[in-house]
């Protein structure tokens, strides 16, 4: 069955929901869609994160930004996350709907200079359900029609814990562990609807579950050339390490049939040979008084660190993204108009998908928007609402276009705490 077959099987359809966190016939290969970093705050402005540096707000992105959490506070961040698919090709469209928890993280101190950071973000998720029928005229003329059905679901996420420790004033190293854990399921069927010819035909399911359990490091850096009262400039770069996932993978192929049913003609466990690349990023962020703008770039070598299929017309490549993007508060201190408090946020990104199918590479290009609420005056603790709408794929080569719709609303919440304060009695 080749890419191609397989991606053109979308079946029209309404929007539908179910427990997938995701849905793409582009998951039928690798590891799944690779989720963008960052909590609701960065992704609202395109997700340009790597010199953010905040104390009221947990950078997932970069281990070095745990250092600037202040003395006696405590940062924590909820988010949650509703997704509308709409995919086409010629003949065909499909809708799908989608409702996530993700990033959950806190930071604290542990002594001074040094924070922690603690997370569970998602990694990647695998979601489709797809179908043809044998185009093959050899099996229609001897057989008849052969309906092949494939479905997949799964999701990996990410244990992140890390330290962040300014060496000296304005210069930060990090270094997290990072632990992927997930499993992912694919099934296939043929079921064979006998019109011509004779003899026994036999229907074949197959299941295969991949098991994820892998530990990995990433390493960053900011540096705050400026660092004025009106004016602050950090510039940061992070490693993430990459290698062989060592996935366990046990694969099941069943045989149905009136003389046999239910028997299991292949039982295989083996290890995969996917691999994680190495991903490189640097970016900066300009913060002044009422305005703040970002902008990284992001390499990955998943070309080399994986081998083409030739035979699913299957290859990977390595990714360059790009994120830009900023917000706007018009004024802080307004105490009288509630709307100019909240901060205003946009960006763009560009990214290229790690999967090259049927030799035809695509991209993705997305817009977002966001709002922060401030809960209080003081504007410690917000509530962030952010918008992603985008598109991805191509219908050139027997592909399918793509277009999404991404929600967030985020919970940022600042908390004093005097875990470290020696206490004095009289």
């Not at 390595?318 to 830009?324: A, G, I, K, Q």
Request: charged share 15%; glycine share 10%; hydrophobic share 35%.
């Amino acid at each position: 069955m080749t890419v191609a077959t397989v991606v053109l099987s979308h079946q029209s359809a309404s929007a539908q929901s179910s427990s997938l966190n995701t849905y793409s016939p582009y998951t039928f290969y690798g590891i799944g869609d690779i989720h963008d970093e960052g909590i609701a705050v960065t992704r609202a402005m395109g997700g340009a994160s790597i010199g953010f540096r905040n104390p009221l707000y947990v950078n997932v992105t970069n281990p070095a930004s745990y250092s600037s959490v202040k003395s006696n506070s405590f940062l924590s961040n909820f988010d949650m996350e509703g997704q509308n698919f709409y995919a086409h090709t010629a003949s065909a469209k499909t809708s799908f709907n989608t409702f996530n928890v993700r990033d959950i993280a806190m930071s604290f101190p542990l002594i001074k200079n040094m924070g922690v950071g603690v997370s569970v973000t998602p990694y990647s998720s695998v979601g489709y359900r797809v179908q043809s029928y044998s185009q093959d005229p050899l099996v229609h003329a001897n057989i008849g029609q052969v309906l092949y059905a494939y479905s997949g679901s799964g999701d990996v996420t990410q244990f992140k814990v890390g330290l962040g420790y300014e060496v000296v004033k304005n210069l930060s190293l990090g270094a997290e562990v990072i632990y992927y854990h997930g499993l992912i399921e694919r099934t296939y069927n043929a079921l064979p609807t006998v019109i011509t010819g004779s003899g026994s035909y036999q229907s074949i399911s197959g299941l295969k579950s991949e098991a994820v359990n892998s530990f990995y490091g990433k390493f960053g850096v900011q540096w705050t050339p400026i660092a004025k009262s009106h004016t602050v400039l950090t510039v940061g770069a992070t490693y993430q390490m990459g290698g062989k996932m060592g996935n366990e993978v046990e694969n099941t192929v069943m045989q149905n049939s009136t003389l046999a049913p239910n028997l299991y003609v292949v039982d295989e466990v083996y290890t995969s040979t996917f691999s994680m690349p190495n991903v490189y990023a640097v970016g900066f962020y300009l913060h002044k008084d009422k305005y703040s703008i970002g902008a990284d770039y992001q390499f990955a070598d998943w070309g080399l660190r994986n081998e083409q299929d030739v035979t699913a017309t299957r290859s990977f490549r390595n990714t360059n993204t790009v994120r830009v993007g900023g917000q706007y508060t018009p004024n802080p201190g307004d105490v009288r108009h509630a709307l100019n408090r909240w901060t205003y946020r946009a960006g763009v990104k560009f990214s290229e998908y790690y999967i090259v199918l049927n030799d035809q590479p695509f991209n993705d290009v997305a817009l977002t928007f966001g709002v922060g609420i401030p809960l209080r005056m003081t504007g410690l603790s917000n509530i962030n609402l952010g918008l992603e709408m985008g598109q991805r794929g191509t219908t050139k080569a027997g592909l399918s276009k793509e277009n999404y719709l991404k929600f967030t609303i985020g919970f940022s919440l600042f908390g004093e705490d005097y875990w470290f304060v020696k206490m004095k009695y009289d």
